[in-house]
């Protein structure tokens, strides 16, 4: 008996202590692992589990393996000394408030869940996008709230400790979600549809809500922003193509001039190199046959757009997957 409670007794109390960070989670078993720099998220292995490769697209390796938890979302801290992560609870099947945003060192241990999403939200399919804050002390993500339940997710802040989670974010028929903080950490890059125009838009937010600039070409639905490392730039995707812009939505031009093969869906920036120089971006194009896995890529391109590197780790018949940081230290 006394063997069953010291098992039991750590989740008995991690799922009475409702928002409160359970460190160490237990019923996570990856064991730790040698991350290399660029995250991405895979179903090679069965479920959507995170895995990570070089640079030049070496040394690909699983670094999760817990089926119970798949992964969808990761991103590296500013410091590279955590990894933060979209996951769900599969054990006792669907759940629509099993999913959460959980931090981890880089070595994959010291696990904790940092969000737990409230009664009244609609969490499906989970708080997801996190991405953090340049002093590595917060983390904005995104939560489907009422009566919202098309799908308009709201942002959020919340400390890395679980404390202090603030809903900055309350826009009817706007899907809204946090692609970057300014270097300053003042401001928001926000990737939002706004369905009263039908249009995908980006914007700059202040950390109370307030919309201080949008960014887009009114007769183009533009998405997917990335914010260079300097903050004086921003990649997004244009009807498809990648293209680079200033910050301030000047001087936009396509980031290659090559012409795309007729079959091309979409491209969507992922992340900068630590000096700016490179970007790190997914590519997806239409199925060759119906109901077949659609063709995809990962590459690095420099932002000439004249050296275009392919490191794609699996065929794509063989497995889905799709880059999500890159560690910039």
Known sequence: ?????????????????????????????????????ILFVSDKSGTWQLWSMNEDGSDVRQLTHDPNFPRSYAQWSPDGSKIAYASRDDRFGFNERSG????????????????????EAFSYPFDTNPVWSPDGKKIAFARLMPPEILGEADIFIIDIDGKNEQRITSNRNRDEV???????????????????????????IDLQGNYVKILNDPDSSETGPRLSPDGLRIAFTRRGD??????????????????????????????WSKDGT???YNSEDYPIRPFENPPRNIFIIDTTGTKKVRITPFDYREANFYATSWRRR
């Open 1 to 37: 008996m006394k063997a069953l409670q010291s098992i039991f007794q750590p989740l008995l109390i991690c799922m009475l202590s409702v928002g409160i960070s359970c460190k160490d989670n237990p019923i996570d078993s990856d064991a730790p692992f040698e991350a290399g720099p």
């Open 242 to 271: 990648l293209y680079l812009m200033d910050h301030n939505g000047s001087d936009r031009r396509k980031l290659y001039a090559e012409p795309l093969p007729v079959s091309t869906w979409r491209e969507w920036a992922v992340a």
């Open 178 to 204: 946090p692609a970057g903080w300014t270097p300053d950490g003042r401001y928001l890059l926000v990737d939002y549809a706004d369905y009263s125009i039908r249009q995908a838009q980006f914007a700059f």
């Open 100 to 119: 959460a945003i959980y931090v981890m060192n880089a070595d994959g241990t010291g696990r904790y869940k940092l969000t737990n999403a409230p009664v």
């Open 278 to 280: 490179r970007i790190l």
